[in-house]
């Protein structure tokens, strides 16, 4: 079976550039999570999804993250204007049964702002 | 203040011998504790996780308790090995909310 892809794999980016990460999840699996996990610290949690609403966005910087899931399969994170603080690991992870079952987690986006 | 409280956050053991860390979670209806295995530029791995109906569970050299009333899950590696040498997340949530929450991670470093 597939694990959770992503793509792209790294990138490099000057402060107020956007950039789009993509996320497939494993097949099947109804819950999505994006995570932010900045050098030496654990994933923090973005947003989530069940199929293709949002169930939690609390935590993402809404002025200029965005994430969406509009068929309930893969999933897009995007931020509008990056700063250097944004610099982390975008972890995609995914699970089954409405999240009560185990997340797996994609091999991660590297970003980095200069 | 953290939602899960991970310690310690650097632990440096000899081969062979026995490694623990603690993590501590605030919300009591976490229900469901699992514990990752992240090694340099790899994404995180589940290597155990307990839920709330059980207070010990062994997968071959792992060792996870759960004290519910103290609010406290730990992780102990047995009979450590040099490969064993990662960062390590403990995390917490209710399954039926899945609010999750990660510790900030323990690097662990087997000296052979």
């Known amino acids: 079976e597939a694990g959770v892809t992503q793509s792209p794999r790294y990138a490099v980016l000057q402060e107020g550039q956007a950039v789009s990460f993509w996320c497939d999840p494993i097949?099947?699996?109804?819950?999505l999570y994006w995570y932010q996990q900045p050098r030496d610290q654990g994933p923090q949690l973005l947003v989530y999804?069940?199929?293709?609403?949002?169930?939690?966005n609390s935590q993402l910087p809404s002025d200029r993250f965005s994430a969406v899931r509009p068929k309930g399969t893969n999933s897009t994170l995007k931020i509008q204007s990056a700063k250097q603080g944004d610099t982390a690991t975008y972890l995609c992870?995914?699970?089954?049964?409405?999240?009560?079952?185990?997340?797996?987690f994609g091999p991660g986006t590297r970003l980095l702002v200069l | 203040g953290e939602q899960v409280e991970q310690l310690p956050s650097i632990l440096r053991v000899q081969e062979r011998s026995s490694a623990s860390i603690n993590c501590t979670y605030e919300n009591s209806a976490s229900n469901y504790f699992p514990w990752y295995k992240q090694e340099p530029g790899e994404n995180p791995k589940l290597i155990i996780d307990?839920?709330?109906?059980?207070e010990r569970k062994q997968i071959q050299g792992l060792i996870v308790l759960l004290d519910k009333k103290a609010k406290r899950f730990s992780l102990h590696i047995t009979d450590t090995q040099p490969a064993d040498s990662a960062m390590y997340f403990c995390a917490a949530t209710n399954t039926g909310y899945q609010n999750f929450y990660f510790g900030k991670g323990t690097s662990l470093t087997v000296i052979p």
């Open positions: 097949s099947g699996h109804d819950t």
């Open positions: 307990i839920r709330s109906n059980m």
């Open positions: 992870a995914s699970s089954l049964l409405g999240g009560k079952d185990t997340q797996y």
């Open positions: 999804f069940r199929d293709e609403a949002v169930i939690d």
